[in-house]
């Protein structure tokens, strides 16, 4: 796919929005529906591509952790639009009695969206839906590290949905992203590495392209005294395993206090024993390419030559996988400690008083999610205040990305814009303001030549 043809593609799709305007609740119903559609009948061709893109992720992950929440949004979204769509009444100040204010959502015109490799259906169907709902056409480009499900969709997607609605396209040699990045889209939603998204950014903004930047981070997770610690330990391993911690918002290290280290790595232990024969246990996904496993091989390594001691939580080998790691003693020059890891790596972290897990967090960049383990509302009030995220989820991880009535998304180098449900819905339309006069108006009594009663009225408006 050139450049050339890419500008081409936009622009037939720019024609169409303005020779047929905003599709009616009854099209974007129609959209929505045809999109779920596909998922239900093509489900077993979904989980298999994805299967082979990633060299083993077992069935199951991919229908809780990509098929589900896509589905579970479409519904969302259908069962809400109508109620979306309807124009929000807004309070019209004393000044301006008898006129009315109103804000009415409208689509912004063909979207872009930039789909990462690591939950490559979730990540296209989320925005997409949440485009669609408010109306636009879209353009979806896929990761070069997904080339079967990539394959699928643009085999699929036309069945469903016209050319006219959605178009999808492959990354055969990952070439096409910067492309894309500078097309003058409506609006560009990008999901990604902070790096990346930079680039993204630089793009678009010599069009002046809107964006949305879904980016990355260390995301924390702090442990209290209070919290049981094998409770802790089983749902940040939970979170943690999912998808071999190719997740965005994966729990990157843990900040607990000393007394609770050796507790945790034992709680750690069993839970893996529990769940997981080996490395090559069919429920543990592999890592996406050679590439994405050196660097985790690398990460560790440079960890140990600094002093850090490992502990490998699940047993054996298998090719294309990295066995879960803990790591303690890690120093903070690591580089494990500086960059976001998105694998099985997770170093620990000891601090004496809540305030030191504080400050370490407050000297990394801020990260798209924040775990706090507690049950006292008063430390994690704490907590929220004191350490800024794109979302926090108490007493669990991940979980906070599934919830359609919260918006997701990062804040400062984690990312930029909401989308999700209703905060996808505006995220991609244009709310538009609408101030209506009425027959009369007492503005005219603010008309010059300016007389006693507009003087009186003017020191009115003004006074304190």
Excluded at 212 to 229: A, N, Q, R
Aim: with cysteine.
């Amino acid at each position: 796919m050139s450049v050339v043809e890419l500008q081409q593609d936009l622009s037939q799709l720019k024609q169409l929005v303005l020779v047929h305007g905003a599709p009616s609740l009854q099209q974007r119903k129609y959209h929505l529906q045809q999109l779920l559609t596909l998922l239900l009948e093509n489900q077993q061709d979904i989980i298999d591509a994805i299967a082979s893109d990633f060299g083993q992720r077992c069935a199951e992950e991919t229908q809780v952790l990509e098929l589900f929440p896509a589905i579970a949004g479409i519904r969302y979204a259908q069962k809400h639009l109508k109620s979306w769509l309807k124009p929000q009444r807004r309070a019209t100040s004393i000044w301006f009695a008898g006129a009315s204010n109103r804000v009415v959502a409208k689509p912004l015109g063909v979207v872009g969206v930039i789909v990462p490799w690591n939950y490559p259906l979730y990540l296209a169907f989320g925005p997409l839906t949440d485009a669609l709902a408010a109306g636009n056409r879209v353009m979806l480009k896929m990761s070069e590290l997904s080339p079967a499900l990539s394959r699928l969709l643009i085999r699929l997607m036309p069945l469903y949905l016209a050319e006219e609605v959605v178009r999808v396209y492959a990354d055969e040699v990952g070439q096409l992203g910067a492309s894309f990045s500078a097309l003058a889209f409506d609006h560009l939603l990008f999901t990604g590495s902070t790096a990346t998204g930079r680039k993204v950014m630089q793009a678009a903004a010599a069009q002046l392209t809107p964006l949305t930047l879904e980016l990355g981070g260390k995301s924390p997770v702090i442990i209290t005294d209070d919290f049981p610690i094998e409770l802790a330990a089983e749902r940040i391993m939970m979170g943690k395993l999912f998808n071999a911690g190719q997740t965005c918002v994966a729990p990157d290290y843990v900040l607990l206090p000393s007394s609770r280290r050796q507790a945790f790595v034992d709680a750690c232990i069993r839970y893996c024993q529990k769940h997981y024969q080996s490395v090559a246990d069919e429920a543990f996904s592999s890592i996406i390419s050679e590439r994405f496993l050196a660097r985790l091989n690398w990460l560790n390594e440079q960890a140990l030559e600094l002093g850090a001691e490992e502990c490998k939580l699940i047993a054996g080998d298998s090719a294309g996988k990295f066995a879960l790691r803990l790591l303690l003693n890690v120093p903070r020059e690591a580089e494990v400690m500086q960059q976001e890891i998105f694998g099985p790596l997770l170093p620990i972290v000891e601090y004496q008083q809540l305030d030191d897990a504080v400050a370490y967090v407050q000297q990394h960049s801020h990260p798209l999610a924040l775990y706090i383990f507690s049950y006292q509302r008063a430390i994690q009030q704490q907590l929220i205040q004191q350490i800024s995220a794109g979302g926090v989820c108490i007493n669990d991880v991940l979980l906070h990305v599934a919830q359609h009535e919260l918006p997701f998304g990062g804040v400062g180098s984690s990312g930029m814009g909401h989308y999700h449900g209703y905060d996808g819905f505006v995220q991609f339309s244009k709310m538009l303001p609408v101030f209506s006069q009425s027959r009369f108006s007492a503005l005219k009594l603010l008309r010059p030549p300016y007389n006693k009663l507009s003087k009186r009225l003017i020191k009115i408006m003004l006074r304190g």
